[in-house]
């Protein structure tokens, strides 16, 4: 079993920046593929970002390529998503979920094994 734990969204305006983090506990996590989905009210929830078990690869949805980068530290258990250049349309909760592989990444929810709480990302125009 992981726990994931997200933490840092907020409110920003358009054209800002935050950090969101999530922590990992439970399971070796170098073990896990993770990745970053959003579901925007009244939408179903999408993919945003993944990256692989040791950050060699990393891939981006077409919404948020070029302005949100994912990343991840090992020795902390923690995957960070870096966006910038905020937009309304990223308002959004969005989710941490990890993938048992160290061969591939996924980019469909389906291909997740564990998911957490999520965390409220509000821009405002």
């Known amino acids: 079993q992981v726990q994931l734990v997200e933490s840092g969204g907020g409110l920003v305006q358009a054209g800002g920046s935050l950090r969101l983090s999530c922590a990992a506990s439970g399971r070796t996590f170098s073990n896990y593929a993770m990745g970053w989905f959003r579901q925007a009210p009244g939408k179903d929830r999408e993919f945003g970002a993944a990256?692989?078990?040791?950050?060699?690869?990393?891939y981006y949805a077409d919404p948020v390529k070029g302005r949100f980068t994912i990343s991840r530290d090992n020795a902390k258990n923690t995957v960070y998503l870096q966006m910038n250049s905020l937009k309304p349309e990223d308002t959004a909760v969005y989710y941490c979920?990890?993938?048992?592989?160290?061969?591939?990444?996924?980019?469909?929810?389906?291909?997740?094994?564990?998911w957490g709480q999520g965390t409220q990302v509000t821009v405002s125009s």
């Open positions: 979920a990890a993938r048992r592989s160290r061969t591939t990444v996924g980019i469909l929810e389906e291909e997740y094994d564990y």
């Open positions: 990256i692989s078990w040791n950050g060699g690869r990393t």
